[in-house]
């Protein structure tokens, strides 16, 4: 009788040891996740937004929810930024890249996707985030043909400076992403490959 009730103290020990070794084991993925702050505003007047922000593992929509794309079975991390417009993203360091979805009623979704998950406190890209008004875009009262032309001269003339600075380094740091990126989804990883190119043809 005692040997029988010292067997199942010890069954019961066992159990609750491995369950603890478990759950270390599982959390330990989560235990340190690298933490991702942000901003939401709006475009026309610079006030805070809040909306639904969201980080997900693929770059390539895997469904819908209303306006909201989805990006894989379920999100890395999700926030709502406050009243300052401000959220923070905490997405398992496991993770090379993740893909947010900014969410908010009236407002058209932006999607920012193959970010950077390779060190704690890197802020997501861009921040802040402009959101514009759905119904603005949709009357024409926004100058969206000169945003257009303003980002991508803007973005084309930043790159073309950085690699005039130091164009082994540019072309190097491109090259690398784009491998980075290659993990999840070739086609982008080339797009992006294609950026030293673009870069230097525009730079000289």
Same mark, same amino acid.
């Given at each position: 009788?005692?040997?029988?009730?010292?067997?199942?103290? $010890?069954?019961?020990?066992?159990?609750?040891?491995?369950?603890?070794?478990?759950?270390?084991?599982?959390?330990?993925?989560?235990?340190? =996740?690298?933490?991702?702050?942000?901003?939401?505003?709006?475009?026309?007047?610079?006030?805070?937004? /809040?909306?639904? /922000?969201?980080?997900?593992?693929?770059?390539?929509?895997?469904?819908?929810?209303?306006?909201?794309?989805?990006?894989?079975?379920?999100?890395?991390?999700?926030? @709502?930024?406050?009243?300052?417009?401000?959220?923070?993203?905490?997405?398992?360091?496991?993770? &090379?890249?993740?893909? /947010?979805?900014?969410?908010?009623?009236?407002?058209?979704?932006?999607?920012?996707?193959?970010?950077?998950? $390779?060190?704690?406190?890197? =802020?997501?890209? =861009?921040? =802040? @985030?402009?959101?514009?008004? &759905?119904?603005?875009?949709?009357?024409?009262?926004?100058?969206?043909?000169?945003?257009?032309?303003?980002?991508? $001269?803007?973005?084309?003339?930043?790159?073309?400076?950085?690699?005039?600075?130091?164009?082994?380094?540019?072309?190097?740091?491109?090259?690398?992403?784009?491998?980075?990126? &290659?993990?999840?989804?070739?086609?982008?990883?080339?797009?992006?490959?294609?950026?030293?190119?673009?870069?230097?043809s525009w730079g000289k």
């Amino acid at each position: 009788m005692v040997e029988r009730r010292w067997s199942n103290v $010890l069954a019961i020990f066992s159990v609750a040891a491995l369950s603890l070794l478990l759950g270390a084991v599982v959390g330990a993925h989560s235990a340190n =996740p690298y933490q991702h702050p942000g901003r939401v505003l709006e475009r026309a007047s610079g006030n805070p937004i /809040v909306a639904s /922000v969201k980080g997900w593992p693929n770059s390539e929509p895997t469904g819908s929810d209303g306006d909201c794309g989805l990006y894989g079975v379920k999100p890395l991390a999700s926030a @709502v930024s406050d009243a300052g417009g401000t959220f923070e993203l905490q997405v398992d360091a496991d993770q &090379k890249t993740y893909t /947010v979805v900014y969410c908010a009623n009236g407002y058209t979704t932006y999607v920012a996707r193959d970010l950077p998950n $390779l060190g704690d406190g890197e =802020p997501t890209i =861009p921040t =802040p @985030v402009f959101l514009r008004i &759905k119904a603005s875009q949709q009357t024409g009262a926004a100058d969206f043909q000169g945003d257009v032309i303003r980002t991508a $001269l803007g973005a084309l003339n930043e790159l073309a400076y950085l690699r005039s600075i130091d164009s082994e380094r540019y072309d190097s740091a491109i090259s690398d992403y784009a491998s980075l990126i &290659k993990g999840t989804d070739g086609n982008r990883a080339e797009l992006f490959l294609s950026l030293a190119n673009a870069t230097a043809s525009w730079g000289k």
